[in-house]
């Protein structure tokens, strides 16, 4: 600033008076920085602030007008009707007719809502829940209490979109006066007390799930609607929870539950199915001879906050082989590192330590001949329709071909936004783009999840297609004998390391 006034006296009049008065002001404030410090910071937010607001009116006002009124549902009565019946209601969404559904809803009562991807399960606990842009065609079911204490709880098949806390334990205190005793209570009936104190944004999948599942309960909401709730979860885990959906329902609650595990099924009261199960695919397993290898890790330590007060260690000495047309299964229990390992594979996370390697150079970044498939395929598609999307994956103009080797009827669903799929068709989505692809690796995160028995036989089929191209494919599961005729070798995680390896001979 001095410099400015000393360049603004050269210049001469009118800009000498301007020069000598900046120059001593800045002397002054030099003197009497106690004030002056406060004074131009104050300045300095009102300005800003000022700035913002003028920016952000407009904006907010055009979102407020795209998303429209705010859902605002009243709890409903202490003691609500003992059922509701849905006789042959139709769902809608985007005024056209999703599902129809013959569901009976009663407190004490645990329904398990089945059928295969796309025929509507999500829409249903949409429309039960009150969303906004789907519904139900007549006026006979009224939504109560979304999101609020003694009213309807949802639990998603995102639990990233529904986790708002920075710390675990915190997330269970939005709803309502949630003491610490309670909050204790359903971390341990969800199985993860101890992560209490964890940054949320350091969960695995499958541990959000679980924290997602003991938010919902937090509310005691007189209505569960849980939309595939333990697709990602371990055996164990998965065991546990059903446990808390039956006991939730014992306790007075009706609860829904939408489900394509058949063990799930077994504890519901009542099996409501809805849509028309397709024919599987045949599938004639054969496994090929493993080829050179292409990535290598050795010594992997990945560690989270790494160099910070909150660091954890993901990973731990990692040694790993994928070769080309070789299928290797990672398991293990939610948290054990499956998921940062795959990461670490396809370049998205840098080692604390050891190495990665891919075709002899080190992996220090994504490159395109990796792909990687998210647990929550939603997250990797960012078109607005389906065909784009496949197009921007695969990097090919013609794929309506790839759509129906995923069993996705190319003329019924090509031209569709992506957010009118179900999660099972989304996934399918990811695959038939990655089918696409010209790849060395592809890496599958729980792959499985959310798919029916007809989109588990598409993708065992996608797995055969990139053996046969000479792929190392890499699927992270929970279900250890998935694809055994295919598996070349097996590795358990638990804690970050490798507590167990096999491979075929």
Known sequence: SIGTGLYLSRIGDP????????????????????????????????????FAYRVSKPVIGRV????????????????????????????????STIATVDISLSRGELVALTGP???????????????????????????????????????GQNPAAQILAPRVRDELAWGGDVDDAKIAQLL?????????????????GGELQRLAIAAALALEPALLLSDESTSMLDPAGREA???????????????????????????????????????????????????????????LVVVHDHKSPWAVEALVDIDLDLREGELTLLT???????????????GLIQPASGEISFRGEPLTKPTNDIGLAFQHARLQLLRNKVRSEVKAISGIDEVDPLLEAMGLDANRLGSRRIDQLSGGEQRRVL?????????????????????????????????QHFLAERVAVVVVSHEP?????????????DRGRVVDRRVRS
């Open 188 to 204: 341990e009936q969800v199985g993860i007390a101890h992560l209490a104190d964890r940054d949320s944004s350091a969960l695995s």
């Open 431 to 463: 695959l038939a783009g990655l089918l696409g692809r010209d790849l060395d690796v592809v890496i599958l995160d729980e792959p499985l999840a959310g798919l029916d028995a007809e989109g588990r036989d598409r993708l065992m089929a996608a797995v």
């Open 117 to 155: 991807n796309g025929a509507g399960k999500s829409s249903t606990i949409g429309a039960l829940a009150g969303f906004d842009g789907v519904r139900f065609a007549t006026d006979s079911w009224n939504a109560t209490g979304l999101g609020r204490m003694g009213g309807t709880g949802v639990i």
């Open 332 to 346: 293990g229990s939610n948290g054990s590192g499956k998921t940062t390992l795959a990461w670490s594979l396809a």
């Open 241 to 299: 929870v059903v446990g808390v959906l039956r006991a939730t329902a014992d306790a007075g609650a009706a609860v829904l539950h939408a489900s394509h595990v058949l063990d799930d099924l077994a504890v519901a009261d009542v099996e409501v199915s809805i849509g028309v199960a397709h024919p599987g695919v045949d599938i004639q397993a054969t496994v090929g001879k493993p080829g050179p290898l292409v990535l290598t890790t050795r010594k």
């Open 64 to 95: 407020n007008t795209t998303l429209g009124p705010p859902l605002n549902h009243e709890v409903g009565p202490a003691d609500p009707p003992g059922q509701t019946n849905l006789n042959q209601e139709r769902v809608i969404r985007a005024g």
């Open 15 to 50: 800009f000498a008076w301007a020069s000598d008065n900046l120059v001593d002001g800045i002397d002054k404030a030099i003197v009497w920085w106690v004030v002056a410090t406060p004074v131009a910071q104050l300045i300095i937010t009102i300005g800003y602030s000022v």
């Open 481 to 493: 004998e998935w694809a055994s005729d295919l598996v070349h070798q097996r590795i358990a995680l």
